[in-house]
């Protein structure tokens, strides 16, 4: 909450800001508050695990500062995701092998810039993320017990207590014409998101320390106010 909070105050200050700078300058820098929901892919890089990517959902809002001369925007971003992905596993006894999915709830913020390739219509959006996200939950808690492909004693409830806090960067495409937006947009985690497995004190034998990178792909429509 105390989070959400700063940031709000920090678009208000924002607001002021460019209103102030657009009155000096004589610019007519324009702010905008979207709303934005859609799809998403989400998987772990990892040499660890054999993983399949799996959609989810996700919403979420953005404050936009339009800055007519420059080649260039800019905007804060919160989003909200509901993600899946699969790991194989195996039951005790059972030779046949199946994904297990697991869910993980995310929440970033985002500072991007928008490249105007053809002025507001078409722009490239780069720039960082920070990210807390959930542990990886079973989906199915009947497939509690299951060995994790590649290990002889790592069970899939061992695996659920991943690094809460990474840092991502996004880089997109966002077309649309007046209050309406499509962004595609890829997110790459630099931190090692399986990194916390590493602290705990899990019989993986002699199999290499846990690392894996997030990678998301998400699909959204924006209305701009």
């Not at 409830?157 to 309406?180: H, T």
């Amino acid at each position: 909450m105390k989070n959400i909070q700063s940031l709000l105050l920090v678009l208000i200050c924002l607001t002021f800001v460019t209103n102030s700078f657009a009155q000096r300058k004589n610019y007519k820098i324009q702010n905008g508050i979207g709303l934005q929901g859609g799809i998403t892919q989400f998987d772990i890089q990892t040499d660890n695990f054999e993983t399949k990517k799996n959609s989810g959902y996700i919403g979420g809002m953005s404050a936009s500062v339009d800055i007519p001369h420059r080649w260039y925007n800019v905007s804060y971003n919160i989003q909200l995701s509901e993600n899946y992905v699969d790991i194989k596993a195996s039951a005790l006894g059972n030779l046949t092998e199946e994904f297990v999915e697991y869910k993980l709830f995310v929440a970033n913020i985002s500072f991007l810039f928008h490249i105007k390739l053809i002025s507001n219509n078409l722009t490239l959006d780069v720039g960082p993320m920070l990210q807390y996200n959930s542990e990886l939950e079973l989906k199915d808690e009947a497939k509690e017990g299951y060995f994790i492909k590649g290990y002889n004693n790592l069970l899939t409830e061992d695996i659920r207590d991943i690094s809460n806090f990474n840092v991502n960067g996004a880089v997109g495409l966002s077309l649309g014409v007046r209050r309406l937006l499509i962004r595609a947009q890829y997110m790459y985690g630099f931190t090692n998101m399986l990194g916390n497995l590493n602290k705990q004190d899990l019989d993986i034998g002699t199999n290499k320390k846990f690392k894996g990178n997030q990678s998301l792909l998400a699909l959204t429509a924006m209305i701009t106010f």
